[in-house]
């Protein structure tokens, strides 16, 4: 409803570019299952030893197994690669554990569900989870999944990328509306890295959201990308914005994510912008078709955070090497050397907050501890940075400490669902019972499906759907 609202006000003036973005992925990202474009199938997960059925029954697509069954009633992803699924309870919105591959043309198991012994159904859909995947998505307030117009959302609008339209509507000028050719290098490649930049971890800036950044803006004035120096090799899902940056082709010219992929119409012809540098005669390549280039330079892999899902190597090596087969890595043992992917001055404390945040994300506790700490001695108004101290600490089963540092967090955000659940159970394995359940049904309030929330108040830990 909104997408097309949305479209119809863009197709008075842009009757093309409207028509042909709206058979791209991006503008189907997203939106309302209608269960007869949907295909059938069943999926035998050896691991939990649970066989799934979908099916399309009374106007609805669903999903069984053994004695239970749930609704897929909203779809992530255009299809093109792959879809994942997500079911409604009491208008909280959850994964479900299976999605459909494209490139297989099969059902499996969602990403992350595939090595689970017994696939949960408690993985909320939150607003920051849609933010790449649906424009103006809306959470109740007070709630961390409860999506208010979810039945109203379908994909990306022409406004993620050229900001608000309603003073351009008003009057349609150059200038009352965002262009992102037309920006500065940093700022046009912004509107895609808001989505395409994964890195290892993202730490939003104290004091903003990501939600506040707009076209025109530049993307690191809200976030801190960081990727592992490590561990550069390998196809990740959202590594587009990373991978071309380490290209020599990026690196010696203007190239960005503008110059091939034309976000009005799907793209079918890359050589052509291949060949405004190169010459096909100077390709050494032994292969009988040398037109085309991307087949060696550009090569596919299976996406090691993706599932069954094949994305294209945006690093462009210039001797296509073999790539990742998918193994995802085991974040105990991967060595872990974080640095920032935008180079631009921030304070100290702040470079060490981050820093340490993305460590203490991405499995590097002990790098993450001495930073923490060291940005917590300025005594910064920061929710964020406190309760990623508290978290080290609970980890450490420095209790006390931990309990105080996720009230002080509270103090300061009290809907931190990071500082909610786990001043929970830090209260509840120092033996304060009561005092946990109080905010273990607060917890349960943003979000129902929390086992271990109601394990605090005495309650039963099975996660199984109701």
Known sequence: ML????????AVCHPHETAEFARTPMANSSGKVRPAEEPSGTVAHRQSGVTYTIERQSNALRLRWDTESLELAFFIGSRRMGRSYAFLDRGFLYQAPVGYYANKRTWDMAP???SDRHPDLNRPITGDCLYCHATNARTEPGTLNRIGNWAELSGITCERCHGDGAMHAASPRRGTIINPARLSREKR????EQCHLAGVARVVLPGKLLDQFQ????LSDFVDVFVNRADAAGVQVNGHAEALARSRCSQSSELWCGSCHNPHQPTTDFNSRCL???QVQSCRATVRDKSNCTGCHMPKGRAYDGGHTVFTDHSIPRRAAPRNAGERRD???AEIDLVPYYTRSLSPVVSERNLGIAYASSGGADKA???LRSAAQSHPRDAQLYAQLASLL????RMTQAVDFYRLALAIDPELDLAINGLARTLFQSGEKEAACGIARRALQRNPHQPEMNACCGGSRNSAFR
């Open 189 to 192: 490649s912004a509107v895609c």
């Open 3 to 10: 997408f097309a609202l949305l479209l119809v006000s863009c």
């Open 112 to 114: 992350g569900y595939e």
């Open 331 to 333: 974040s105990r043992t």
């Open 215 to 218: 076209p025109g803006d530049r």
């Open 276 to 278: 405004v540098c190169h």
């Open 394 to 397: 609970e980890a450490d089963k």
């Open 369 to 371: 501890w001495p930073l």
